[in-house]
């Protein structure tokens, strides 16, 4: 941990993000900083050991951010009820969260998850930790919200006290009579040192709820990573071969651009580079409103990422590519029968 801890004090902070934030699940601010083509490599994908064709490009759109406001939820629903994607996750401390899980549980046809969350990272629109801010002292800012950035979280919290917010949050979602479909990390922060990796790779074991992990058996996967600038340690890679629930064989975010052609274009040439093999790639949808652009100043793309994939043409350009669809319900489903 206090290597960790004096490797990140010594980047420069517009690099902290990139760096922690990237290795398996990217913020919002991060689109373009993971590699942009997958590699199968020389060893069976995942998609393959799960019983998908060899040859085919298995891919889950997944939106990340529900819970966060009204917004985030309407448009999640509006792309999972019409089909145009197939995952979605909620963050509980938000304010919205309740009225996402609560519709999960009227509609258990679709995959919606646990977005396992650290930080409050907004200017104006915050949140605390689910537990009591007296039992979590470190994941707590002087203003009494969740830190803003991944550094300040590894800075100053424990793996005890993520572990005990991050149970919190599981056990919450458990007692509202919802069992998340999957987990994943709210701004990558769990890698942001192993100790905290440790923590979410085992709860995931132990409430038997798969979270979003690469698969880094493939030294080319491995050496991409690496070379793109992301903290791949020995400890990282003990700890993702020890782990016992599916895993992705490769991982990315929804480009950005400066209008929305450019992003479609930009998303094209992302899926286009796939290689096979069954890849994540994650998003924000929110619908624009007044309330949402106070928010963030992404709000624009993920207005165009609202549009993205309701777009007929990006449809059509799914049919054309031969894409396989999947989400993490079916992925434990083949999973259970390997």
């Known amino acids: 941990m206090k290597k960790i801890a004096r490797v990140i004090k010594n980047l420069k902070p517009g690099l902290i ?126 203003d009494g919200y969740m830190w803003r950035s991944v550094q300040e979280v590894v ?25 998340p479909d999957h987990m994943d990390t709210h701004m990558g922060t769990v890698y942001g040192s192993n100790e905290f990796t440790e923590v979410y790779l085992r709860l995931a074991e132990e409430y038997g709820i798969p979270a979003m992990v690469i698969d880094f058996s493939d030294p080319q996967v491995v050496e991409q990573y690496r070379q793109a600038g992301y903290p791949v340690t020995d400890r990282l890679l003990e700890l993702l071969e020890n782990y016992s629930l599916p895993k992705l064989d490769y991982f990315s975010s929804v480009p950005g651009g400066g209008s929305y052609e450019e992003v479609r274009e930009n998303f094209f040439s992302q899926v286009r580079s796939l290689k096979p093999g069954l890849t994540e790639i994650i998003f ?46 079916e992925i434990m489903e083949r999973f259970e029968v390997i």
Not at 30 to 39: C, D, I, Q
Not at 70 to 91: F, V
Not at 299 to 321: G, I, T, Y
Request: net charge negative.
């Open 17 to 142: 993000p990139v760096i922690l934030a990237g290795i398996l699940i990217f913020s919002a601010c991060n689109r373009n900083s993971a590699p942009e083509t997958g590699l199968a490599g020389a060893n069976v994908t995942w998609a393959e050991k799960l019983g998908f064709p060899a040859d085919k490009k298995v891919l889950v759109f997944h939106a990340d951010d529900m819970g966060m406001a009204d917004e985030a939820n309407e448009a999640t629903i509006y792309l999972l009820e019409n089909g145009y994607i197939q995952s979605a996750s909620a963050m509980a401390p938000c304010p919205s969260y309740e009225d996402a899980i609560l519709w999960a549980i009227e509609n258990p046809q679709f995959d919606v998850g646990i977005h396992l969350t650290l930080t409050s990272e907004w200017r104006t629109h915050r949140w605390g930790t689910v537990s009591d801010p007296s039992d979590v002292p470190g994941l707590v800012d002087p």
């Open 155 to 179: 800075m100053n919290a424990t793996p005890e006290e993520v572990e005990r917010e991050l149970r919190a949050q599981i056990e919450k979602t458990l007692a509202m009579g919802y069992r």
């Open 284 to 329: 924000h949808p929110q619908f624009e409103s007044d309330f949402g652009k106070t928010i963030t100043g992404s709000w624009q793309q993920r207005a165009w990422e609202v549009e993205l994939f309701a777009d007929p043409v990006v449809r059509q350009f799914f049919e054309d590519e031969g894409l396989i669809f999947t989400n993490w319900k």
